[in-house]
């Protein structure tokens, strides 16, 4: 399990994140995209969480990989 410090500084500045804000990437990179697409390549089960629900509900018998801002 990978736990951020913010999701707006995963994201580049042309997405709006889940709370309205703007990322802060200024390299165009979208690192939570980056990391599922990695995932999927690799045929492994994962879930990106952005809130305490989500984190609370993750059962960690069928996640392989977690990724938490």
């Known amino acids: 399990m990978i736990l951020g410090g913010g999701r707006r500084e995963f994201r580049p500045t042309t997405i709006v994140d889940e709370d309205g804000k ?3 990437r200024t ?4 690192l939570i995209q ?6 999927i390549a690799n045929n492994v089960t ?10 609370l509900s ?12």
């Open 22 to 24: 703007a990322g802060k």
């Open 34 to 39: 980056t990391w599922e697409s990695d995932k």
């Open 46 to 55: 994962f879930k990106y969480v952005w809130n305490r629900d989500q984190l």
């Open 27 to 30: 390299d165009g990179a979208d």
């Open 58 to 69: 993750l059962d960690p018998a069928t996640t392989e990989y977690a990724l938490g801002e």
